[in-house]
């Protein structure tokens, strides 16, 4: 099961900002929680799995699925520049769905701490870039 920090933010603040209802809320809790969910029921996992070779990992697989729950662009990545997580993420801090703008609310697989987060991807990015300059001072 993925942890999600939802930093207070009510179903109804959600359903707002998203235009979704109370059905498609759940929905995206259910994905982020990663309980059971069938994610091949989608259509978004369908069509990303017939592009590639490989079978894609979990987590892209779940943020494909809640870019189509809020009707996202697409999903981005957040990237810190001299910054190494892993071989795998590289200098990515973030994966989150586009919604067009830096500081609206959104949902954010957070690659350092391993949880999603509902968030904009500004706030992430600079609250992440700060933690990330405390670190490196304490060498």
Request: with cysteine; hydrophobic share 35%; net charge negative.
């Amino acid at each position: 099961m993925t942890k999600l920090i939802d930093h207070g933010i009510t179903n109804i603040e959600l359903e707002r900002a998203w235009g979704i209802d109370r059905t498609t809320t759940l929905k995206i809790k259910e994905v982020i929680k990663d309980q059971g969910i069938k994610l091949d029921q989608f259509k978004s996992v369908q069509h990303l799995r017939k592009q590639c070779y490989n079978p894609p990992d979990r987590i892209t697989e779940q943020m494909e699925v809640l870019n189509e729950l809020i009707d996202g662009f697409g999903i981005e990545s957040i990237r810190i520049e001299d910054y190494w997580h892993s071989n795998y993420w590289q200098d990515v801090i973030g994966v989150y769905v586009n919604l067009g703008d830096t500081y609206i609310l959104t949902i954010i697989y957070n690659v350092i701490d391993n949880q999603f987060e509902f968030t904009s991807w500004g706030d992430f990015y600079e609250s992440k870039e700060q933690e990330i300059r405390l670190d490196s001072t304490d060498y």
